[in-house]
């Protein structure tokens, strides 16, 4: 096993026990509730942003290709498990094993199984991608993406603040 899926899969245990201790918590806090709402929209903008100047498709090409997928297993180490925390709240379940055994431990057959993404991975474009979008184009997608990282910062401080260290 990849070293990183190892720190992968520690960070991954912590947010399952948050999920058991806060869950019931969580779902009957209100401002919550608005937040984590505001935050799953802004993700479904972002992710109709991408079909639309259809991205998705030619990361699919990518990662079938020889080279394989841009998802290294390092960054699934730098998900904090308030993070996953989030996910397992919008439904999302936990890998406990890696897909791929080279890549990302988030990474399932048909991409990145989280919802709640890292900064990183929402604002990543390769250069290849970079290069096929407009400047108009690009700049319509970083603005969608910022305000998804925006409402993600949003949802996690109010985690922080009100709810963990409560
Ligand atoms: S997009 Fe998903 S699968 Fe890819 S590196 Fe980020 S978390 Fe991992």
């Keep these: 096993m990849h070293e990183a899926h190892g720190k992968a ?24 509730l608005k937040l984590i709402r505001k935050y799953r929209l802004t993700i479904e903008h972002t992710w109709q942003c991408m079909k639309d100047l259809r991205i998705p498709e030619k990361c699919a090409l990518c990662g079938q290709s020889e080279k394989g997928s841009c998802c290294a297993p390092e960054v699934a180490t730098w998900y904090d498990p308030e993070t996953l925390l989030v996910n397992l709240l919008m439904g999302q379940s936990m890998p406990k094993n890696p897909y791929y055994p080279d890549h990302c431990i988030f990474l399932g057959k048909s991409g990145c199984t989280l919802k709640a993404r890292h900064y990183y991975c929402v604002q990543f474009l390769c250069p290849s991608i970079k290069q096929d979008l407009s400047e108009k184009n690009l700049e319509k997608l970083m603005k969608t993406a910022g305000r998804e990282i925006l409402a993600g910062s949003q949802t996690l401080t109010y985690l922080h603040r009100k709810i963990i260290t409560a």
Excluded: G, Y
């Design 9 to 32: 899969k520690a960070i991954i245990t912590k947010a399952l026990a948050f999920h058991e201790a806060l869950r019931a918590k969580l779902l009957e806090d209100s401002e919550f």
